[in-house]
């Protein structure tokens, strides 16, 4: 299921798979929407009612739409969760019926395991994955065509909405296309940012279809499950440089097992940092390492920002 997908790549040097363009000649809108100081409410389908000011007395109640950070349940660092559409796009209301929050449950998960028990601080409100809903005011044509750097229009409209907080990063579930890649991440230094990306209508030539299955609740991660923590990984700067094993790129090139693998071999991820020698828990403490993260859960003994925080 995973395995036959290209790895993915950082958006600014590389990318992963995706469709065929839409019509190229499609022009960019003007009509700037995005988020707003609103609540919105909506079944997932057509576009969403907003509600100003309305207030059901409970900020994290579930099942509505968000178009704002809700309360935080945690300080300190933490992974926000998007999910972004543009303004042609079907709304398939990925925020209100759960799965993206089962499929972020089932990447940590996995995270928790392979760290023995530490995982990535996920912003919630009353215990429920917050889900912040961006409307890009773009079309999806307009969008796939900013390639390879839809990572980076993304991170921008974000800003532009004042949706960026200076204690988190952002995971966004884009759901529109791209043909270059299925996702990508900012990676400090070179890249500085805070939007790690998936593109889930993306399909790059060559390779199947971005729009696998969302994994559920005690499902194994599946492709998207790997692939996001992925785009994760690098916009937290790994794997670095100094990395034995990697591509000068953010990649690692020892084993398509690995997490972070990109290399001429399909990718099957199942592992994190295998060896323990590129990026996580690797021991030298002149190169970046995953252990260290501030973003971790419970926290390491000297956690540390990302470059650029
Ligand atoms: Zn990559």
Redesign the pocket.
Known sequence: MRSLLA????AVL?A?PSPEGDDPAATTTTTTTGLASTTETGTGTGAPTTTTGESTGDPCAPGQRSVIDRPDDLDGPQVHVVFARAIDQDDRGLDLDGSLAASVGVWNTWLAEQTGGQALRLDTCDGALDVTYLEVPHTDAHIAAQDPYIRNLLEHELAAAGAIADNKLYAVYYDGASTYSC?G?AWPPLIVGRVAAMYLRGEVPGSPPCLQPFATGGDPPGYLEFAML??IL?TLGLAATCAPHTDG???TNDTPKDL?Y?GPEPWYPDSLDPDHDDYYAHGDPDCPDLARSALLEPPPESPELPVGW
């Open positions: 790895p993915l790549a950082l590389v992963c996702g991440g992925h785009e690098h790129a953010g990649h972070l990109s």
